[in-house]
């Protein structure tokens, strides 16, 4: 499966600041999404990271909040914008279409905001 | 709205076999079914995926029914280290939609 480096792996930010998240993959996929998993939930889907165009983003997620690029098929970042507390969770992006069936996930990010 | 439903939680001795069930009652006739772990701080990681009958590799088995509408993940002789949480999911085998995921099964192995 397709190997992903996330970074940061953590960070703690002050309110009111943005911090943008990478996710990079060691070889090209056709998928990439973007998810957050709040302390103690399980994962809900943020966006879909599109090559090339504006992401697609689930109900409740908007890209003035958490704007996303993904400028080739081995690379996106996540930005969270304007941080507030509620926003302290894990972030993960996951890839789909490498070689054979399967989502890979990365390690994530853990944002602490205070 | 997460297309399966799970347990929440289960406990085990360590040795005991777990089986964990998963409901998908609208699976459509082109998912396949594939159960994720995910460790505290980690990631989640496939464990394995199957469309009917049944399913085994190193870690685990699934069993699938012929209707599909439920599978059967099976670990077998579980130890601490299989404490995690279990997601079942269905999705089509490209990966070309996002995983929807529910609220998982939280396993519990005690010595």
């Known amino acids: 499966s397709a190997v992903i480096s996330q970074k940061p792996s953590r960070d703690i930010c002050q309110r009111g600041t943005s911090l943008t998240i990478q996710c990079q993959v060691d070889?090209?996929?056709?998928?990439m999404f973007w998810y957050r998993q709040q302390p103690g939930q399980s994962l809900t889907l943020i966006a879909t990271?599109?090559?090339?165009?504006?992401?697609?983003?689930e109900s409740g997620f908007v890209i003035d909040k958490f704007p996303i690029s993904r400028p080739n098929l081995t690379f996106s970042t996540l930005t969270v914008s304007n941080m507030s507390p509620e926003d302290s969770s894990i972030y993960l992006c996951?890839?789909?279409?490498?070689?054979?069936?399967?989502?890979?996930f990365g390690s994530g990010t853990r944002l602490t905001v205070v | 709205l997460a297309k399966t439903t799970q347990p929440i939680s289960m406990d085990s001795y360590e040795g005991q076999e777990v089986n964990i069930t998963c409901s998908h009652n609208?699976?459509?006739?082109?998912?396949?079914i594939t159960w994720y772990q995910q460790f505290p701080s980690q990631g989640p990681r496939f464990i394995i995926q199957?469309?009917?009958t049944k399913v085994t590799n190193e870690v685990a088995s699934l069993f699938i029914p012929a209707d599909r509408k439920s599978s059967t993940l099976s670990l077998p002789r579980v130890s601490l280290s299989d404490t995690a949480v279990y997601y079942c999911?269905?999705?089509?085998?490209?990966?070309?939609?996002?995983?929807?995921f529910g609220k998982g099964t939280r396993l519990s192995v005690i010595a």
């Open positions: 996951s890839v789909t279409g490498h070689l054979n069936y399967g989502y890979t």
């Open positions: 070889s090209q996929v056709t998928m």
């Open positions: 990271a599109n090559q090339g165009s504006e992401a697609t983003y």
């Open positions: 609208n699976i459509a006739t082109n998912d396949y």
């Open positions: 199957g469309y009917k």
């Open positions: 999911l269905v999705g089509d085998k490209a990966g070309n939609t996002p995983l929807v």
